[in-house]
């Protein structure tokens, strides 16, 4: 395993459209983070996995988002009927940790999206 | 509200310079402050600070946690091309969200 994988990389849409990017954590990790990053800004916090249990979801995540995380392996993440504010870099990340553990995410090259 | 702010937010450097990039923070909880390099796509992982005062080396990088100022420097000396980078500062909260500042756009000049 050498690390998070995200797929697709590359995903061009017509606004309205659904859309479904998928991550593949590091193998061993529990934690299975979504970040959402727009130009000349850092990755915004979406939505936090523990397993298959999703602990933590951002204020900001419309309705439209939704994220699932079956098994505590592989995430997706929905968006349904895109905007064209939703054109942004979709990164996941994973990590290894306990409770109060402060831990090292460790990110996927992420899914760029542009909703046309 | 928790943030994380960085300055400069971009910087031009000659090669062999010395940089320092800073990051302030107010988050509740606090427990750890993390330092990332993004170039072309994800940010991968420098360092991760929780005590003050002890600074954290790797090669010519170099970064210190300040908890009482609530703030962290990091320092490259000797600048390289590769170096030409965003440089991410991130601070988890109480809960499990990361905070992320908006990064510092560092460009070293051959």
């Known amino acids: 395993d050498t690390g998070v994988s995200q797929d697709p990389r590359h995903k061009i849409t017509k606004r309205g459209q659904n859309v479904t990017f998928r991550c593949d954590p590091i193998?061993?990790?529990?934690?299975l983070y979504w970040y959402r990053q727009t130009l000349g800004q850092g990755p915004e916090f979406l939505t936090y996995?523990?397993?298959?249990?999703?602990?933590?979801k951002s204020r900001l995540l419309s309705d439209r988002f939704s994220a699932e995380r079956p098994k505590g392996s592989f995430s997706t993440l929905e968006i349904q009927r895109t905007e064209q504010g939703d054109s942004a870099m979709y990164l996941c990340a994973s990590s290894w940790g306990l409770a109060g553990w402060t831990d090292t995410q460790y990110f996927g090259p992420g899914t760029r999206l542009t909703v046309l | 509200e928790d943030k994380v702010v960085q300055s400069p937010l971009s910087l031009v450097v000659h090669e062999g310079d010395t940089v320092t990039l800073n990051c302030s923070y107010e988050v509740t909880n606090f427990r750890s402050l993390l330092w990332y390099k993004q170039e072309k796509k994800a940010p991968t992982f420098l360092f991760m600070l929780t005590s003050s005062g002890i600074e954290k080396k790797s090669g010519r990088l170099s970064s210190i946690l300040d908890k009482k100022e609530l703030f962290s420097i990091l320092n490259i000396t000797a600048t390289q091309t590769g170096d030409s980078a965003i440089y991410l500062c991130?601070?988890?909260?109480?809960?499990?969200?990361?905070?992320f500042g908006a990064g510092t756009r560092l460009f070293v000049k051959a």
């Open positions: 193998s061993e990790h529990n934690r």
């Open positions: 991130a601070v988890p909260t109480g809960g499990f969200k990361t905070i």
């Open positions: 996995f523990q397993n298959e249990a999703q602990l933590e």
